[in-house]
């Protein structure tokens, strides 16, 4: 199933289009809004957030997989493959 949401740049800002908000396919978005933040930021669910900007130093990477991937679940992701490398996270998934 696509999800489509007012899309964001690289920034997290709303992109405009034509004047009016753009809007895509917001699964990517998704998943970046939910490494990107920590649990608390969010008011009507204080639990989600993974905060890997605090956890780039964090030698434990695996427990970090296993979080974002608990967490990408529960909001209805199914994930293909989740996996982490020098380049980044590697994700492949759908709601």
């Known amino acids: 199933m696509k999800v489509f ?5 690289n920034n997290f800002d709303l992109e405009i289009q034509n004047g009016d908000f753009k809007v895509s396919e917001s699964t990517y978005n998704h998943v970046l809004l939910h490494c990107a933040t920590m649990q608390g ?3 009507d669910a204080p639990l989600l957030g993974v905060g890997l900007v605090q956890q780039i130093n964090n030698s ?3 427990s970090l997989l296993v979080e974002l991937k608990k ?4 909001d209805g992701i199914t994930l293909n ?8 996270i590697e994700f492949d ?3």
């Open 5 to 9: 949401d007012l899309n964001l740049d």
């Open 41 to 43: 930021e969010w008011k």
């Open 60 to 62: 434990d990477s695996q």
């Open 71 to 74: 967490q990408l679940e529960i």
């Open 81 to 88: 493959k989740l996996k982490m490398n020098n380049q980044g």
């Open 93 to 95: 998934g759908e709601y």
